[in-house]
């Protein structure tokens, strides 16, 4: 697992309290540095599984501290190699009301994802601007019946955040986390259908080429696809892996359907472009479902229990939701077929 560094900004008395107790502790990474202002820089090195409940103790000791502040650094490489994994001393570890659950495997801490997440859920220009981008590499591609240039296009589209944004949300019921991530999404969607729709009408696709006639032709296996989508995005977020690599497997189950949909309304084939969204609705529909199960697998919790009590009952609501709706669509699927 990769190694952070954890950088505490305090009051140079508060400071030696904690080089003080890092001292009594089984780490051995860690420095301070004194400012001129009378603040000081306590800089620990550890494993980023260990991020997590390492925040944790350091916000319960320090968060009412004026001037205190935290910040996480990732770390290329650190001179000489760590020969085992550090523990956090006893005194910076949170209670289990204030950290959550232990982390059933390592993975990134809930701060850094949530930091990663939402940057890539908020609504800019330049995600409309790639959105146009991809659907417009995708339709050449349908129509054309070109797998290489439907892979682009899924390469391009930054489907990623918005479905991962709502899953994280639904797990941490963050609320404003979740209006920012339906947002994005649903205007994503917007235009995506419409300038295909409008595609469809200059391009005139032809239902049976193959790229198009296999997102009309919907079965459990597309089902199992886009559960396996989301579970393998959530899963390469927790553990760091690069979001552009890992945002191709949503797109695979996301973009194509959904350019295929308007392409076929926008040329008048009705019954073809109402099957292909009924796929783009049961994938949106499992991609969430397999990432708020896969965020409780991965023990992402909020940090409060104040706030895990609302997160518990908003997680039942929402995997409850999910599952019937899914299970509505896997009906219609079936009497479509």
């Known amino acids: 697992m990769a190694q ?29 540095e004194e400012r001129d202002d009378g603040q000081s820089v306590v800089s620990v090195l550890c494993g980023s599984e260990q991020v997590e409940e390492l925040i944790a103790g350091l916000n319960s000791r320090f968060s009412g501290v004026q001037g205190f502040r935290l910040i996480v650094l990732p770390v290329e490489a650190s001179l000489p190699v760590p020969e085992r994994t550090v523990q956090v001393g006893k005194g910076l570890i949170a209670t289990e009301e204030e950290a959550g659950p232990k982390t059933p495997s390592p993975r990134i801490s809930r701060e ?19 959105i146009c981008l991809s659907t417009v590499v995708a339709a050449i591609g349908l129509v054309r019946d070109n797998v290489a240039v439907v892979i682009g ?28 991530a339906m947002k994005t ?36 296996y597309d089902i199992v696809l886009a559960l396996a989508a989301g579970a393998a ?8 892996a690069a979001s552009a690599v890992i945002g191709v497997m949503v797109a695979v189950a996301l973009l194509p359907p959904l350019v295929a949909g308007g392409l076929l309304l926008g040329s008048s084939r009705w019954a073809a472009g109402g099957n292909a969204l009924l796929l783009f609705g ?7 479902l397999a990432g708020v199960l896969t965020f409780l697998l991965r023990g992402i919790r909020p940090m409060t229990w104040w706030e895990e009590d609302r997160a518990k009952r908003s ?15 896997v009906a219609a699927v079936l009497l479509a077929n």
């Open 4 to 32: 952070r560094l954890v950088k505490v900004l305090l009051p140079a008395e508060r400071a030696g309290e904690l080089v003080e107790e890092l001292e009594r502790s089984d780490i051995s990474g860690f420095w301070q």
């Open 112 to 130: 850094e994802l949530y930091s990663d997440v939402s940057d890539g859920a908020v609504l800019s220009l330049p995600y409309l601007v790639l």
């Open 153 to 180: 296009a899924m390469v391009i589209a930054p489907l990623l955040g918005p479905n991962v944004g709502l899953s994280l949300a639904t797990t941490l019921a963050d609320y404003d986390l979740g209006r920012t």
């Open 185 to 220: 999404f649903l205007a994503a969607v917007a235009l995506a259908l419409a300038l295909s729709a409008a595609l469809g009408l200059a391009l005139v696709p032809d239902p049976a080429t193959g790229e198009i006639a296999t997102r009309t032709e919907i079965s459990l």
């Open 233 to 240: 995005g959530v899963m390469a977020l927790t553990s760091g």
């Open 282 to 288: 049961v994938n949106v529909v499992s991609i969430n």
């Open 315 to 329: 997680t039942r609501t929402a995997i409850l939701f999910w599952t019937l709706l899914l299970a509505v669509l």
